[in-house]
């Protein structure tokens, strides 16, 4: 059992869950294949968990960073040889609309990519519905800063009154990457309209390495932005100016939401991705975390 360390401050608001169950069908864009997902409510403290409806016994991986197992080019979850890969954009929404407890069912070992962001998931929910359970669930205060730190990489969670991210890019020697920088306050409404919109990008370079290796199965431009040096490819151009910054603050939401617990915090992010992202929830869920037996 894992409780919140009762030297840290707490509030606590009501669990919530969804009204109804969704389904939404579409291809994974790093394995190409097809998948049906379903969103389903769930009781209180059920969490949120991805079940494989797909797999004898249907088996069952909570969204948690425990259960981390790859974050190479996305962020996977795994126990033994079952997996589920790129699940950020789909955390992403469900973190920022307060979801806590949800069955994620899928027939397949990758989420659909929808656009490439998560406006799928967003619309997902809003078609369900939220609503409030009977139960509390702690809200965490941080006393004091947690940062990590990895060469020119630096993630800092400093004690704030709500949840906000400030996030900046830099590819230095990339003149349309060189510096753009995002901050946002996150609820339902910001996520939605300011950063939800913003698709997973690339550099020409990188995903050609990545095609002629087989992967990125599913990508194309009707899903992807591909940066190739001062021009972008992307279907209808991009949505911000620094649509590239915002889609790295929505991977991260989504990786942070696997800390397990809700907590306030001023997140401010320089350069990181999916491992710096994976490696500071698990700095925060140690802090946050108390074991007990």
């Known amino acids: 059992m894992v409780s919140v360390n009762p030297e840290l401050k707490t509030c606590k608001r009501l669990q919530r869950t969804l009204k109804k169950t969704v389904t939404f069908s579409g291809i994974g864009i790093h394995t190409g294949k097809q998948v049906k997902m379903s969103f389903c409510p769930a009781k209180e403290g059920t969490g949120v968990v991805f079940k494989r409806v797909d ?3 249907e088996p069952i991986i909570p969204a948690r960073v425990e259960y981390v197992c790859d974050t190479a080019r996305s962020t996977s979850i795994g126990i033994k040889d ?15 609309y307060k979801i806590d407890n949800l069955i994620i069912e899928l027939d397949n070992l990758e989420p659909p990519i929808g656009n490439g962001s998560s406006d799928v998931f967003v619309d997902m929910i809003e078609e369900a519905q939220s609503e409030e359970q009977n139960s509390h669930i702690p809200v965490v205060q941080l006393h004091k800063p947690v940062y990590f730190s990895e060469g020119d ?8 009154e709500g949840y906000k991210f400030s996030y900046t890019l830099n590819y230095p020697n990339h003149p349309l990457l060189d510096a753009q920088y995002y901050t946002a306050s996150i609820d339902s409404n910001t996520f939605k309209s300011q950063i939800a919109p913003c698709r997973t990008f690339s550099l020409y370079e990188e995903i050609s390495h990545l095609i002629d290796r087989g992967l990125v199965k599913g990508a194309s431009l009707d899903n992807a932005v591909v940066i190739k040096n001062k021009t972008v490819f992307s279907k209808n151009g991009l949505f911000f100016p620094n649509e590239m ?7 991260m939401i989504g990786d942070l939401s696997l800390v397990g617990f809700d907590f306030h915090a001023h997140i401010i992010s320089v350069r990181s991705g999916h491992p710096a992202n994976y490696a500071f929830a698990k700095k925060l869920y140690h802090y946050i975390a108390m074991e007990t037996t």
């Open 55 to 57: 797999l004898s016994g």
């Open 82 to 96: 079952i997996r589920i890969h790129t699940i950020e954009h789909v955390l992403a929404a469900v973190k920022a």
């Open 153 to 160: 990489i630096h993630i800092v969670a400093l004690p704030h």
């Open 245 to 251: 910054a915002r889609h790295k603050m929505l991977d």
